[in-house]
């Protein structure tokens, strides 16, 4: 019986979910139609359509030393999207480039952060200190971290969870 229930709703609703073409007189319509849902092209999460992400990043790289650090990573921006960088107040990110172009850090929700429109992008910065500090701030969207302190690979940093508010 449930399976025919299952059958019975992905044949009935599959329709909606299709994707259909524009014909040619609409679409110039299109940018109108979707200029309230700017979220409209970013994913969604797995389990809640209405829970989107416009901005993926790839795994951060951070190579710490004992008076400078490096940072980098590869993002996916889908819709107009403010990036956190790694670092805070304390240690500000220096010579940020994007794409390998100098960018312009602001401050945003108390964190570095740059803002980027759709596309995609190679973003890196550096840090520098007196001495190597104790912690460093990574932004809370970031998934996969490697780290390199002082010349060696760090299997499983550890990361504190804060909350930002």
């Known amino acids: 019986m449930m399976r025919l229930i299952w059958l019975f709703t992905l044949f009935t609703l599959s329709p909606i979910y299709a994707t259909t073409d524009i014909p040619k007189p609409l679409e110039p319509w299109v940018n ?9 092209q970013c994913p969604f999460s797995y389990n809640n359509h209405q829970q ?12 710490l030393n004992k008076q400078q650090g490096q940072f980098n990573s590869y993002w996916q921006v889908y819709n107009d999207s403010y990036i956190s960088l790694p670092g805070d107040s304390n240690f500000w990110p220096q010579n940020v480039s994007i794409n390998d172009k100098p960018a312009i850090v602001i ?18 910065g ?5 001495s190597l500090p104790d912690s460093l701030s990574i932004p809370e969207q970031t998934g996969l971290t490697s780290v390199k302190l002082l010349g060696k690979d760090i299997a499983s940093p550890i990361i504190k969870i804060t909350s930002s508010g």
């Not at 401050?107 to 890196?124: D, F």
């Not at 550096?126 to 007196?130: A, G, N, Q, V, Y």
């Open 32 to 40: 109108w139609v979707l200029e309230d849902s700017p979220r409209y």
């Open 52 to 63: 989107k992400y416009c901005a993926w990043p790839s795994q951060l790289n951070l190579t």
């Open 107 to 124: 401050k945003h929700n108390n964190s570095p952060t740059i803002k980027l429109s759709a596309g995609q992008y190679h973003i890196q």
């Open 126 to 130: 550096e840090f520098f200190w007196p």
